[in-house]
């Protein structure tokens, strides 16, 4: 029986939504592109209609010419589908490492008019847009799902994250394992502290013998 803990999961990210003030249980219309005082926003269904048409319009038409992009490439990506178990993930949200993954992608994507709840926000689309989706999530379905209408992508952050990765996968793997980088240096032992690192690390001296080797005699 799926439906329960899919009927759950979801009950839980709406009230992760409308709980959170400043946010309610909506669907983002426009994205927002904000770098210092410069913004630029293009709405949601234009978005979509890229999505369903490969047909790039207003704006986001001349975005894609101006980059010199094809659209028809940017359209795939759009319908990309991120496959992940809804209840499993909406676990691994609650842990320490799904909190540092939060921060890490709050600092990219947040609400424009409330930007202190990026982490409930995202948060909140991941798990509705994995129900919403049967446990895959894309881009356009991150965007039906996200609690505020306007959500705001910070360019600075976002192009020193694409700097570091060439593919979907390279993202998925920044994404995933730095923070648990993070966690590994929170863990570790810091002088004067009293904790001892764990067997088997790797800047684990090797224990030497106590005895020294008896010196030859002569015969």
């Known amino acids: 029986m799926n439906r329960p803990p899919k009927i759950l999961a979801v009950l839980l990210g709406l009230s992760l939504s409308a709980a959170t003030p400043g946010l309610q249980v909506q669907a983002a219309e426009q994205v927002v592109f904000v770098s210092g005082a410069f913004r630029r926003s293009i709405p949601v269904a234009d978005l979509e209609h890229l999505a369903q048409t490969g047909e790039a319009r207003g704006l986001l038409g001349d975005v894609l010419r101006f980059g010199r992009q094809d659209p028809a490439s940017v359209a795939k990506m759009l319908n990309q589908q991120l496959s ?4 499993l993930t909406s676990r ?10 939060l921060q890490r992608l709050a600092g ?18 991941l798990i509705t847009g994995l129900a919403n989706g049967n446990g ?3 881009a356009t379905g991150f965007l039906q799902a996200y609690p505020a209408q306007e959500l705001a992508v910070n360019i600075p952050a976002l192009l020193g994250v694409i700097s ?3 593919s979907i996968s390279d993202l998925v793997r920044f994404f995933s ?15 004067g502290s009293g904790d001892q690192p764990k067997s088997g690390s790797m800047m684990e001296a ?9 010196p030859s005699t002569a015969p």
């Open 177 to 191: 394992e730095s923070p648990l980088d993070g966690l590994r240096g929170d863990g570790a032992a810091k002088p």
């Open 92 to 101: 691994l949200l609650s842990t320490r490492i799904g909190e540092a993954l």
């Open 108 to 125: 990219i994507f947040s609400p424009l008019r409330a930007p202190q709840k990026g982490v409930q926000a995202i948060r909140g689309a």
């Open 84 to 87: 992940l178990p809804l209840v």
């Open 164 to 166: 570091k990765a060439s």
């Open 136 to 138: 895959n999530l894309s």
């Open 206 to 214: 090797k224990p030497e013998s106590s005895t020294a080797a008896p």
